[in-house]
């Protein structure tokens, strides 16, 4: 989640408050005059710190920002706005880091609601950029860009998922082990990554308890063996699997040429 502050600059001297759109707000602390109050179910505090007035106003929102909020972000704002023509102030949104957000667009701005679309130069993705600059050090391979960006933000799921379907498509076991070791220790593996750690256990049978390969795949890969070993000299013996074991990494393995 990713919190963003939309600035409405209002003119109201001597109040400074905040719209939380995400959840109870956590001030007034005892100490100040004011009391919360939640209107529309929004709460409405005191907020616990201070800003430029004169160049930012007197009113904030902070919006909680999904990790799967697209492209573009819309924001409804209900207000009761006491100024003269609010469609003339401006609004400023940044981020929790107090930067600006440039590509903001307001669709409505009257006394009683403020709609306000806005896109993250990045949102959550920033973590994955790495720290370094390795333009240089590219080696136009896929699986250590991949690599580079899971070191810099290791939990995020996308990329792991990327990362080891890359390596299992490209039948690049070594690699995928090296990954696994690196990235997957202590989370449970997708299906078609304990499939792959199935071949890899025919040189090193302890692969099937480190990766806590379940009874299931351990006992289908035995199948998928012995259905091999029983048809091997079939002419139809690759149609035959497929009837059996077509939605296994095992063959795609056995028949793609890319190895």
């Known amino acids: 989640m990713k919190r963003i502050l939309i ?6 001297p001597g109040l400074i408050l905040m719209a939380g759109c995400s959840g109870a707000g956590s001030y007034p ?4 005059r004011y009391e919360a109050f939640a209107p529309d179910g929004i ?3 005191v907020a616990d710190s201070t800003w430029a007035i004169d160049q930012r106003g007197n009113h904030r929102a902070v919006v909680t920002v999904a990790e799967n909020s697209g492209e573009g972000v819309l924001v409804e704002l209900p207000w009761r706005r006491p ?15 107090d930067k600006e957000i440039k590509d903001v667009v307001v ?13 993250p130069e990045l949102g959550p993705k920033a973590r994955c950029v790495p720290k370094d600059n390795n333009l240089a050090l590219s080696k136009n391979d896929l699986g250590w860009d991949l690599e580079e960006i899971l070191r ?4 995020h799921f996308p990329t792991r998922e990327y990362a080891g379907a890359h390596f299992l498509l490209a039948k690049n076991l070594q690699g995928f082990n090296d990954f696994l070791n690196e990235f997957m220790t202590g989370r449970p593996l997708p299906k078609s990554h304990k499939e792959a750690v199935m071949i890899l256990s025919e040189k090193e049978p302890d692969l099937i308890g480190k990766w806590n390969i379940d009874p299931e795949t351990i006992k289908r890969y035995s199948d998928f063996k012995e259905f091999y070993s029983k048809n091997s000299r079939r002419s139809d013996l690759r149609q035959r699997l497929r009837s ?4 296994t990494y095992w063959l795609y393995y056995l028949y793609n040429q890319n190895k």
């Open 7 to 12: 600035l409405l600059a209002v003119s109201l």
């Open 29 to 32: 602390d005892g100490d100040s």
């Open 43 to 45: 709460p409405f505090v």
């Open 83 to 97: 100024d003269l023509n609010p469609e003339t102030k401006k609004i400023l949104v940044t981020d929790a880091e």
């Open 107 to 119: 669709t409505k701005l009257t006394p009683e609601e403020g709609e306000i679309i806005f896109k």
């Open 152 to 155: 810099a933000n290791p939990n």
């Open 244 to 247: 059996k074991f077509g939605d």
